[in-house]
């Protein structure tokens, strides 16, 4: 799967919205862009995933760019219970795996 | 009901012992996965399952070997365990890749937490 980079964290306050970027400039045609998220001591959550429109779900939002180099995730409201690290992942048709990067850890103040 | 189950969330063993750890998933799903994550944090995929049949194993040491009776259930079996196992163990499921289902997500268990003394 290609690669993508985040920050290594961010902070928000709470109730404002975060928009959490990710880059992957190797993505190719068939990648479809994953967000997942893990909250402390528990394991990943699914957020969204998207090809090349941008979506809307209960949790998030998914921005991709049009030439789907980049995308990012926005959470419009932020609680404390959003802090967490999001990974963003690529996932394409040749390969079974979720590969994990190192993900953004969000911080979301009072 | 938990989606996918795994257990004991706990364990604490000493070197050189074995033990597994058990999955279930009661969503439907036709492949189950292991990952890893170590001390620094980072998820690292061990195995993966496909209707019973094993479809990928990155490089794990002969001492872990996974079995899945059937595709609702993906234990991990561990021998002779070393410190460096010591680690925070993800059990996952997903609709079946090959059907061109990749937009799917992966829904993950709440995780096993192994100590190794």
């Known amino acids: 799967d290609a690669k993508t980079t985040q920050p290594n964290s961010m902070e928000s306050n709470e109730e404002e919205p975060v928009h959490l970027p990710c880059n992957h400039s190797?993505?190719?045609?068939?990648?479809?862009i994953h967000w997942y998220r893990q909250l402390p001591s528990q394991g990943p959550e699914y957020v969204i995933h998207?090809?090349?429109s941008n979506v809307n779900n209960r949790m998030a939002s998914l921005a991709i760019a049009e030439d789907r180099k980049s995308s990012t995730l926005i959470l419009h409201r932020a609680t404390l219970r959003d802090a967490a690290v999001y990974y963003c992942?690529?996932?394409?048709?040749?390969?079974?795996?979720?590969?994990f990067g190192g993900g953004t850890r969000l911080m979301v103040k009072p | 009901d938990t989606a996918v189950s795994q257990t004991p969330k706990y364990l604490v063993t000493q070197m050189g012992n074995d033990k597994s750890i058990k999955c279930e998933q009661n969503?439907?799903?036709?492949?189950m996965y292991w990952y890893k994550q170590d001390s620094k944090k980072f998820l690292k995929i061990m195995f993966s399952?496909?209707?019973?049949?094993?479809?990928i194993n990155e490089t794990v040491p002969n001492r872990f070997s996974p079995k899945s009776p059937d595709k609702a259930h993906l234990n991990l079996h561990i021998n002779s365990l070393e410190l460096g196992d010591s680690a925070v163990y993800f059990c996952?499921?997903?609709?079946?890749?090959?059907?061109?289902?990749?937009?799917?997500?992966?829904?993950f268990g709440s995780g096993t937490r192994l100590t190794v003394v």
């Open positions: 190797t993505i190719s045609g068939t990648d479809y």
């Open positions: 998207g090809l090349t």
């Open positions: 992942i690529l996932r394409n048709n040749a390969g079974n795996m979720l590969t």
């Open positions: 399952y496909n209707n019973k049949e094993l479809i």
């Open positions: 996952a499921s997903s609709q079946d890749w090959s059907r061109g289902r990749q937009g799917y997500g992966y829904t």
């Open positions: 969503l439907g799903h036709d492949t």
